[in-house]
């Protein structure tokens, strides 16, 4: 009798609830009759076991972003084994994985992989080194809160800035979708004996302990405390916490302050690790808004999981243009020499810039700074310091417990002026940062709190 197996690909869904591709997986498993294995992989993208270093030399995972990975996989396992069924940790990309394939082409006659779809090129890559070993790969599109297979438009053809998208898409009224069960119940799970084979043979060593890292108090996301750790569960807490309150009436006020846990959601680092999707939000959201109504404060967090729609869209219409040195500049741009001691006083706080340094010394400290400020620092590296906007984004994806490829690199581009913003190459995003700290920090409450005044 053929046997076949699915294995189900963890990329950045690390969650059980409203996995469109984990359901569609466990329904091909049912169909087929067919074995599913959980699978995440440990590459140099997200999550590498051995040292990776960028181009600049310096990691590509700092040890605050593996420490949140680490909280998340556990619950994630937690939750598999629920159903019985146990995560494969594999080290290293997924079609380097000769000797487990090996051994599974003994075991199966069939082997099939099930994946979410992620349009950015590094994970483009890697779904296609396996179709390029001859697999079958089924990548679902589910990390928007928008479906784009709604739309009356095609993607080639969405409007390259921001608010004439917004206003497309309003205008329509789309809905989004409600959040989906798990199908897990539905399965058969692969036998102990063999999942014990595989584990034993080809699991990653995981790391026992976490990096010795400092838990600073000051953190405006403590991911050491059971409230703010990696993984679905303390995600849906937080989901239920905030919306118990009266802070989504009052978001667009505090949104751009610099220091606190209430001030704005908090639910990025869950989005992006996908312990945590977007329809989960909205729902929570229109939950909240038909109980105790609509605000400007309640639009404003649409407002901002919009735009992170709009920036996974642009990689579907654009894709590797994105990831060029210029951009989407249509001429060629001479960007600037890697200075290394600029950038070490940028990244390490030196810069003389009080307000600049303090935001450099949080994000260095805990993984997390607020959106104000990352906007502030990420213009004095390419204005005051006339750095390279490549660099500038490696950085925050070392650094940020909330690095998404896609809002990452989108706003990079943008405040570098070689994205969708009109005014171009470094034409009008700067942030004076005298006017800036004026405007958020008049007190200098922020710099004191880093020690920075």
Request: with cysteine; aromatic share 14%; net charge negative.
């Amino acid at each position: 009798m053929m046997k076949t197996l699915i294995i189900y690909w963890f990329r950045h869904d690390l969650r059980v609830s409203d996995n469109l591709a984990l359901n569609h997986a466990c329904d091909l498993a049912c169909e087929l009759d067919a074995e599913l294995l959980p699978v995440f992989c440990h590459t140099t993208a997200y999550g590498c076991l051995r040292t990776t270093q960028t181009i600049w030399g310096f990691a590509r995972m700092s040890s605050h972003r593996q420490a949140f990975l680490l909280d998340t996989l556990v619950d994630l396992r937690q939750q598999l084994s629920s159903y019985q069924l146990e995560l494969l940790e594999l080290d290293g990309e997924l079609c380097e994985q000769t000797d487990f394939f090996a051994y599974v082409a003994k075991h199966y006659d069939d082997v099939r992989f099930v994946c979410e779809d992620i349009a950015a090129p590094e994970e483009i890559a890697q779904r296609k080194g396996l179709q390029d070993l001859g697999f079958s790969v089924q990548a679902i599109w589910q990390s928007t809160m928008l479906n784009p297979d709604d739309f009356e438009f095609e993607l080639i053809e969405m409007p390259d800035q921001f608010t004439a998208f917004r206003h497309k898409v309003e205008a329509a009224r789309y809905t989004v979708r409600a959040p989906v069960p798990t199908q897990l119940a539905r399965l058969q799970t692969l036998p102990s004996s063999t999942m014990q084979q595989l584990i034993l043979h080809f699991g990653a060593k995981r790391i026992g302990e976490k990096h010795a890292l400092t838990h600073d108090q000051r953190s405006s996301f403590p991911y050491w405390e059971s409230a703010f750790q990696g993984g679905s569960r303390s995600a849906m807490q937080h989901l239920a916490n905030y919306f118990s309150t009266d802070l989504a009436h009052s978001y667009k006020q505090t949104r751009n302050q610099l220091s606190g846990v209430d001030f704005s959601t908090k639910f990025s680092p869950w989005l992006a690790s996908g312990a945590l999707s977007a329809p989960q939000i909205i729902h929570a959201l229109q939950n909240f808004e038909q109980t105790h109504g609509k605000s400007d404060s309640s639009y404003w967090i649409w407002f901002e999981l919009l735009w992170r729609d709009y920036f996974r869209f642009l990689h579907r219409k654009y894709g590797a243009q994105l990831y060029r040195p210029s951009g989407l500049c249509k001429t060629p741009i001479e960007l600037p020499a890697f200075d290394p001691a600029r950038f070490h006083q940028w990244t390490h706080a030196a810069t003389g810039d009080a307000l600049i340094d303090a935001a450099m010394c949080e994000l260095r400290m805990t993984g997390y700074v607020s959106n104000r400020q990352r906007q502030q620092v990420a213009s004095y590296w390419l204005h005051e310091l006339a750095g390279d906007w490549r660099v500038g984004a490696a950085w925050f994806e070392s650094q940020l417990l909330d690095c998404d490829v896609y809002s990452n690199q989108g706003n990079w581009l943008y405040l570098a002026g070689l994205g969708t913003d009109p005014r171009g190459y470094l034409g009008g995003r700067w942030f004076d940062p005298q006017k800036q700290a004026k405007q958020h920090d008049a007190d200098g409450r922020y710099r004191r709190l880093w020690n920075m005044l």
